[in-house]
T-cell receptor, first 114, second 115 residues
Framework: ETGVTQTPRHLVMGMTNKKSLKCEQH?????MYWYKQSAKKPLELMFV???????ENNSVPSRFSPECPNSSHLFLHLHTLQPEDSALYLC?????????????FGPGTRLTVT | AQSVAQPEDQVNVAEGNPLTVKCTYS??????LFWYVQYPNRGLQFLLK??????LVKGSYGFEAEFNKSQTSFHLKKPSALVSDSALYFC?????????????FGTGTRLTVIP
């Protein structure tokens, strides 16, 4: 599980705050992903980066802003969030696209928006 | 449209008994199919995948899954359950033909192995 790390593990923020989630992969992968996991709902793919280029944005609100400075690091910048954005945010990486390759997940950041 | 259904929210099985966690899928064309497991306060861990070839796929921790094209199913199985297998299990599918990289996940099945 140390292949993909995420910080912080827990985050509580107000609706007017700005914060960032960080993900780092140590697997030499080329593709990285952000997912949102809410109770009783399927995992929702938010963003995909392949070789640092964003290849997918699944209609995610602009209050979520991803950044991928290199193939090993992925950020999710948060601002003016809503309480319904409270969830577990998971980062994943894979060897490449198209994805017959399995994805490796980090432990997640538990976000609570108050 | 692509989708995955896990019809059981909860599966209980006695330790030592065989276990099955069900998954059915819907895609246009041939699928890539995956099983992941999530332990409390952890991310998802890859268990196994079906891409092509033998319909019976073997994976980590003694798990296996059988791809059944006619029934569009990919059930996860293990011959003898362990208490440590208790976790949340997710099935996922991706259509080979699509240009997108979306993996469609089911809502998960919580497996409880009773000592």
């Amino acid at each position: 599980e140390t292949g993909v790390t995420q910080t912080p593990r827990h985050l509580v923020m107000g609706m007017t705050n700005k914060k960032s989630l960080k993900c780092e992969q140590h697997l030499g992968h080329n593709a990285m992903y952000w997912y949102k996991q809410s109770a009783k709902k399927p995992l929702e793919l938010m963003f995909v980066y392949n070789f640092k280029e964003q290849t997918e944005n699944n209609s995610v609100p602009s209050r979520f802003s991803p950044e991928c400075p290199n193939s090993s690091h992925l950020f999710l910048h948060l601002h003016t969030l809503q309480p319904e954005d409270s969830a577990l945010y998971l980062c994943a990486s894979s060897q490449g696209q198209p994805s017959s390759y399995e994805q490796y997940f980090g432990p997640g950041t538990r976000l609570t928006v108050t | 449209a692509q989708s995955v259904a896990q019809p059981e929210d909860q599966v209980n099985v006695a330790e030592g008994n065989p276990l099955t966690v069900k998954c059915t899928y819907s895609v246009s064309g041939n699928p890539y199919l995956f099983w992941y497991v999530q332990y409390p306060n952890r991310g998802l861990q890859f268990l196994l995948k079906y891409i092509t070839g033998d319909n019976l796929v073997k994976g980590s921790y003694g798990f296996e899954a059988e791809f059944n094209k006619s029934q569009t199913s990919f059930h996860l199985k293990k011959p003898s359950a362990l208490v440590s297998d208790s976790a949340l299990y997710f099935c996922a599918v991706r259509a080979i033909q699509t240009g997108a990289n979306n993996l469609f996940f089911g809502t998960g099945t919580r497996l409880t192995v009773i000592p």
